[in-house]
């Protein structure tokens, strides 16, 4: 006798295409549903990226709300656990973006500048490096942020970018220049 049981199994993509009908109109019992389903999932996968339970379960919390914000723009050509997943990576790098934006900024090889001076507070310089770093053109000052907020590799850059790692190497040479140029400029008591 031929099995035809796996005739009668729902497609997964099925079920969340029903959820994201349920969602988008409002079902209380479909978004209590929904986060019960996915917040453990959720949590497991920004544990892996981020180590502090607090700052995890808060990403997730915000993951939730963006989903719902973007509901709307879902089209439900992926599953929703892959959806979210792909929203809480952004909220991880903005997470990492606003925890270490401070100290990438502080740290910038910037040759023989140095950044802190004793009268200067650190709110003091941080400002004055964003006001520089405002100034600068939009694509070094886009590989100064990858590189030194984001904390991405030389190698990891020049695959987002599609361009060679020896390329983006001079492009970073070329920031930091113009970086120390406009720092000098804008900030004279630094020069030597």
């Not at 549903?33 to 996968?45: D, P």
């Not at 990226?49 to 915000?62: C, L, M, N, P, R």
Request: aromatic fraction near 10%; include cysteine; glycine fraction near 2%.
């Amino acid at each position: 006798m031929l099995n035809l049981s796996f005739l009668k199994r729902k497609n997964p993509l099925d079920s969340d295409q029903e959820l994201l009908a349920k969602l988008r109109v409002g079902d209380q019992q479909a978004v209590k549903k929904w986060f019960l389903q996915y917040h453990q999932k959720l949590l497991r996968f920004v544990l892996s990226k981020v180590s502090s339970e607090h700052d995890a379960e808060e990403i997730v919390q915000e993951v939730f709300i963006n989903c719902l914000k973007h509901l709307p723009l879902f089209r439900g050509r992926s599953n929703i656990l892959t959806w979210m997943k792909g929203i809480a990576r952004h909220e991880v790098a903005d997470y990492y973006r606003k925890k270490y934006a401070k100290r990438a900024i502080k740290t910038l090889p910037l040759g023989d500048i140095i950044l802190s001076s004793p009268i200067e507070d650190s709110h003091e310089t941080s400002a004055k490096v964003r006001l520089v770093v405002a100034q600068m053109s939009w694509e070094y000052r886009e590989l100064l942020l990858l590189k030194y907020v984001d904390k991405k590799k030389v190698k990891d850059i020049a695959v987002q970018l599609d361009r060679t790692a020896k390329a983006v190497e001079s492009d970073l040479f070329r920031a930091r220049r113009e970086f120390r140029c406009l720092w000098l400029r804008t900030n004279p008591q630094y020069i030597k």
